[in-house]
């Protein structure tokens, strides 16, 4: 029998790992972006590949019979988790730095408290509205205080698309969220990457076919396959495990993850130094997602309302 508090450690680990890749997929992404690969080839290769690795892996694992209105969810799932998403961040990413990126990741966790406050009618207390600040502040205190990783010029429309990916995304963590505990992890990525793969593929042909493939090194194509195989293979495999554990606005408070470890990759390959401002920004970053997980949730709040 599995203890609620084990419950909830399995959907902390889970989410832990992959916004750690995710940290590293913006400074890796977008070094395969200024490196030959453009941001619509990217988005094919991603959500390709992802379909490849996740019907491959559901041969290995016990087959679930998805019903036909689960699947028109699923529909909506990719649209939202992986179609808008993806394309808009990928190409977002192109526009701007990855140190702006990881800026604007930190507005999933607002983004996604509106879109649970009007959908699930969860509560908007005070414990997550200064948690959410709180991590906020870390975040932005270490993106003012530190270099970019990566140069790139900032551009509205760049910004703009950020900005859409995390409102897609924060739909499909909360509109969505009923389908995806239904199934495991397997059944439900292998199902929204196959419909994203199906969506994207005669939008991202043109550019994947205009490649010069010839001219791409190897590194490049490392930096690729990171993409594919960890930073959407890996990690989609694990957020619906983070998912069907916490509440939407704990799952999307793990973006401050994200430019902690993007900062890190940054130090080790010598682009940035690590001093006191990014250590009490890390110190609020995870002080802010430790005071989320203490608020209440809309059952709780009515269970103490009776």
Same mark, same amino acid.
């Given at each position: 029998m599995i203890k609620t508090g084990d419950f909830s450690i399995k959907g902390h680990s889970a989410l832990f790992i992959a916004y750690i890749i995710f940290g590293l997929s913006a400074p890796i992404g977008k070094s395969a972006l200024m490196h030959g690969i453009d941001p619509l080839s990217l988005v094919f290769f991603r959500v390709a590949g992802a379909t490849v690795l996740f019907w491959t892996a559901s041969l290995f694992t016990p087959q679930e019979r998805v019903h036909k209105k689960d699947l028109l969810l699923l529909l909506g799932a990719s649209i939202f988790g992986a179609v808008i998403n993806q394309l808009s961040f990928i190409k977002g990413l192109s526009m701007t730095s990855a +140190?702006?990126?990881?800026?604007?990741?930190?507005? @999933?966790?607002? +983004?996604?408290?509106?879109?649970? #406050?009007?959908y699930l009618k969860e509560p908007i207390t005070f414990k997550k509205v200064l948690g959410v600040l709180v991590g906020a502040a870390g975040v932005i205190l270490l993106i003012f205080t530190g270099t970019h990783l990566i140069s790139g010029e900032t551009h509205t429309t760049g910004i703009l698309l950020?900005?859409?990916?995390?409102?897609?995304? #924060?739909?499909?963590?909360?509109?969505?969220?009923? &389908?995806?505990?239904?199934?495991?992890?397997?059944?439900?990525?292998?199902?929204?990457?196959?419909? #994203?793969? $199906?969506?994207?593929?005669? +939008?991202?042909?043109?550019? &994947?076919?205009?490649?010069?493939? @010839? #001219?791409?090194?190897?590194?490049?194509?490392?930096?690729?396959?990171?993409? &594919?195989?960890?930073?959407?293979?890996?990690?989609?495999?694990?957020?619906? +495990? @983070? !998912?069907?554990?916490?509440?939407?606005? $704990?799952?999307?408070?793990?973006?401050? $993850? !994200?430019?902690?470890?993007s900062s890190g990759l940054a130090v080790s390959m010598r682009l940035d130094t690590f001093g006191w401002e990014k250590a009490i920004s890390a110190l609020l970053v995870f002080l802010g997602v430790f005071i989320v997980t203490q608020s209440k949730s809309r059952a709780q709040v009515e269970a103490e309302a009776k």
């Amino acid at each position: 029998m599995i203890k609620t508090g084990d419950f909830s450690i399995k959907g902390h680990s889970a989410l832990f790992i992959a916004y750690i890749i995710f940290g590293l997929s913006a400074p890796i992404g977008k070094s395969a972006l200024m490196h030959g690969i453009d941001p619509l080839s990217l988005v094919f290769f991603r959500v390709a590949g992802a379909t490849v690795l996740f019907w491959t892996a559901s041969l290995f694992t016990p087959q679930e019979r998805v019903h036909k209105k689960d699947l028109l969810l699923l529909l909506g799932a990719s649209i939202f988790g992986a179609v808008i998403n993806q394309l808009s961040f990928i190409k977002g990413l192109s526009m701007t730095s990855a +140190i702006d990126v990881s800026l604007l990741a930190t507005l @999933g966790p607002i +983004i996604t408290m509106v879109v649970a #406050a009007f959908y699930l009618k969860e509560p908007i207390t005070f414990k997550k509205v200064l948690g959410v600040l709180v991590g906020a502040a870390g975040v932005i205190l270490l993106i003012f205080t530190g270099t970019h990783l990566i140069s790139g010029e900032t551009h509205t429309t760049g910004i703009l698309l950020c900005l859409l990916s995390s409102l897609s995304f #924060a739909v499909y963590l909360t509109v969505f969220r009923d &389908v995806v505990r239904r199934y495991s992890s397997i059944t439900v990525m292998k199902w929204l990457f196959l419909f #994203a793969a $199906i969506i994207c593929a005669p +939008i991202c042909y043109p550019n &994947v076919s205009a490649i010069n493939y @010839g #001219a791409l090194n190897p590194s490049t194509w490392w930096k690729v396959a990171f993409v &594919v195989c960890c930073a959407t293979f890996i990690t989609y495999m694990l957020l619906p +495990i @983070g !998912q069907k554990r916490l509440r939407p606005t $704990i799952v999307s408070m793990y973006n401050y $993850i !994200q430019p902690i470890v993007s900062s890190g990759l940054a130090v080790s390959m010598r682009l940035d130094t690590f001093g006191w401002e990014k250590a009490i920004s890390a110190l609020l970053v995870f002080l802010g997602v430790f005071i989320v997980t203490q608020s209440k949730s809309r059952a709780q709040v009515e269970a103490e309302a009776k």
